[in-house]
């Protein structure tokens, strides 16, 4: 049957030492991944499960880009993190075995518009407006895994030169493999998927006219520049 209309090719994200991007097909978050950054939004640090949530693809907006102010929000943040790629399908694999589906990693930032997710927090409401929206999960060029193990390599946000958020990757409450073993009880993970690991303590807002730099030790580091609202 004929489409009414053609829709945007999935997004696609830059890899290192490759002509060939990798397209996106979802993905996923964990919340409160550093007990640190659970501590200064006034939660609870627990290990009882990893706390899962969403963006749709369309939330892809590669390094470098720069974007308006998001929209629907007086207080968006910026979250400094880890992002795992999935390269090989993954489903109830255990802990030992799920770094076999890692295709590779990068670095992102999840930005949030932390009023509207406080505000369905409090109520006990979804979080999705205050987590997915349009160029709300920034990422910059994939390392493949075979060039990058993680261990204890710095993490770090800085906002107009000054350092925001710093952490180690070790700190993580959940591990990688811990993470892919637990989402993989829940959906086939697929080649195309990401996971956002988690942001480290000093989160913070951004205003029009803010440079933010993101590194990880061993991965190409990430810029977004923040113009006025539309
Ligand atoms: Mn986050």
């Not at 009414?4 to 409160?32: K, M, N, Q, T």
């Not at 880890?82 to 390269?87: S, Y």
């Not at 990688?176 to 829940?186: F, K, V």
Request: aromatic share 8%.
């Amino acid at each position: 049957m004929a489409l009414l209309f053609d829709l945007p090719a999935a997004p696609a994200v830059p890899v290192v030492g490759s002509d060939a991007a990798y397209p996106v097909r979802r993905v996923f978050c964990v919340g409160r991944n550093y007990a640190a950054h659970a501590l200064e939004l006034g939660n609870a640090v627990d290990r009882e499960a990893p706390i899962w949530f969403t963006k749709a693809p369309s939330a892809i907006c590669l390094s470098g880009a720069d974007i308006p102010y998001p929209p629907g929000t007086d207080n968006c943040h910026y979250e400094m993190e880890l992002v795992v790629a999935i390269g090989t399908p993954a489903f109830r694999v255990v802990p030992e075995a799920a770094l076999d589906a890692v295709f590779g990693y990068a670095c992102g930032l999840d930005l949030t518009r932390r009023d509207l997710q406080n505000a369905a927090k409090g109520k006990g409401y979804p979080w999705d407006t205050g987590k997915d929206f349009e160029n709300g999960a920034v990422i910059a060029a994939i390392t493949p895994a075979a060039q990058f193990a993680v261990e204890g390599q710095r993490i770090a946000l800085a906002r107009n030169g000054a350092v925001k958020q710093e952490g180690v990757l070790s700190d993580m409450i959940w591990s990688i493999p811990e993470l892919i073993a637990d989402l993989s009880c829940m959906y086939h993970l697929q080649p195309g998927d990401l996971i956002y690991t988690g942001t480290p303590a000093g989160v913070g807002p951004v205003v029009p006219g803010d440079l933010l730099e993101g590194s990880i030790e061993g991965l190409e580091p990430l810029h977004l520049t923040i113009s006025a609202a539309e």
